[in-house]
């Protein structure tokens, strides 16, 4: 058996959740017929482009919050053929890492230049072997998210998007902190996140950092929620941007 590299920029999770051997994550639907191939079967009868049509007219709502894929591109998607829903999802217990669940845009995996999920490149390979352990699955976290969804942020309660001075004068300090406690933070960097805070319209340091969030990317947000994949909404806004690396 050949064993091929696969590469995969998207959004997920790198924690999943298990009882012994049973997974028990309860932020994720794993019955959804987005992770659930007899359920999607039954739910589209068998027709996989019933399926992007079902996810084109979702995407046609009013006021919905769209990323890449929009009705036009699924449109494409539908017409060009060779993407299906299914090819959003990574998760692969057995060759990958079973901690790891990864979504990617529907529009970013083949129908650009620089798709999102790749698979057998010679390059990626090579590179690959030259690393240590070059056949263990890997995740590289991508601070800032991924382009062009960089430094997009907004308010946990009200969703209200935040791009100011200020947003990015409290993101530089909470920074600087590098993951100490407000307890322990100078009495210098504390007065300046309470200067930040305190124009961004918040009470307090503790308020801000409990409401300031990356935004979840809008392309899968909307389909974890079409395919009744997401459990809690909260869990959206722990979706973290990654590239996800492993061999089958």
Same mark, same amino acid.
């Not at 932020?27 to 359920?39: A, D, K, P, Q, Y």
């Not at 601070?143 to 791009?163: A, H, M, Q, V, W």
């Not at 100078?186 to 200067?195: G, K, P, Q």
């Given at each position: 058996?050949?064993?091929?590299?696969?590469?995969?920029?998207?959004?997920?999770?790198?924690?999943?959740?298990?009882?012994?051997?049973?997974?028990?994550?309860?932020?994720?639907?794993?019955?959804?017929?987005?992770?659930?191939?007899?359920?999607?079967?039954?739910?589209?009868?068998?027709?996989?482009?019933?399926?992007?049509?079902?996810?084109?007219? *979702?995407?046609?709502?009013?006021?919905? $919050?769209?990323?890449?894929?929009?009705?036009?591109?699924? =449109? /494409?998607? !539908? &017409?060009?053929?060779?993407?299906?829903?299914?090819?959003?999802?990574?998760?692969?217990?057995?060759?990958?890492?079973?901690?790891?669940?990864? *979504?990617?845009?529907?529009?970013?995996? $083949?129908?650009?230049?620089?798709?999102?999920?790749?698979? =057998? /490149?010679? !390059? &990626?390979?090579?590179?690959?072997?030259?690393?240590?352990?070059?056949?263990?699955?890997?995740?590289?976290?991508?601070?800032?998210?991924?382009?062009?969804?960089?430094?997009?942020?907004?308010?946990?309660?009200?969703?209200?998007?935040?791009?100011?001075?200020?947003?990015?004068?409290?993101?530089?300090?909470?920074?600087?902190?590098?993951?100490?406690?407000?307890?322990?933070?100078?009495?210098?960097?504390?007065?300046?996140?309470?200067?930040?805070?305190?124009?961004?319209?918040?009470?307090?340091?503790?308020?801000?950092?409990?409401?300031?969030?990356?935004?979840?990317?809008?392309?899968?947000?909307?389909?974890?929620?079409?395919?009744?994949?997401?459990?809690?909404?909260?869990?959206?806004?722990?979706?973290?941007?990654?590239?996800?690396?492993?061999?089958?």
């Amino acid at each position: 058996m050949s064993y091929r590299i696969h590469k995969v920029l998207g959004y997920g999770f790198d924690d999943l959740k298990y009882d012994k051997k049973e997974l028990t994550d309860s932020r994720l639907n794993f019955n959804s017929f987005l992770l659930n191939e007899e359920e999607f079967m039954n739910h589209f009868d068998f027709r996989a482009s019933k399926a992007l049509e079902d996810y084109k007219k *979702f995407l046609s709502q009013k006021d919905l $919050k769209l990323g890449m894929d929009t009705p036009r591109s699924i =449109g /494409d998607l !539908i &017409d060009k053929g060779g993407v299906y829903v299914d090819n959003a999802v990574t998760f692969d217990s057995e060759f990958g890492s079973k901690k790891v669940i990864c *979504f990617t845009p529907l529009t970013l995996i $083949k129908t650009t230049s620089s798709p999102w999920k790749r698979y =057998g /490149d010679h !390059i &990626d390979s090579y590179d690959s072997e030259s690393k240590k352990n070059p056949y263990k699955p890997r995740v590289q976290i991508i601070k800032g998210g991924i382009y062009p969804f960089i430094s997009n942020y907004e308010d946990r309660e009200t969703g209200k998007r935040l791009d100011s001075w200020s947003l990015n004068s409290w993101l530089r300090n909470y920074d600087k902190l590098k993951g100490k406690d407000f307890s322990e933070a100078t009495a210098v960097e504390l007065y300046d996140l309470e200067i930040t805070a305190s124009e961004l319209g918040y009470k307090t340091v503790e308020e801000a950092r409990d409401r300031i969030v990356a935004s979840p990317q809008p392309d899968i947000v909307n389909l974890l929620r079409w395919s009744g994949t997401i459990n809690d909404e909260n869990a959206l806004y722990n979706l973290k941007p990654m590239l996800y690396t492993y061999w089958s």
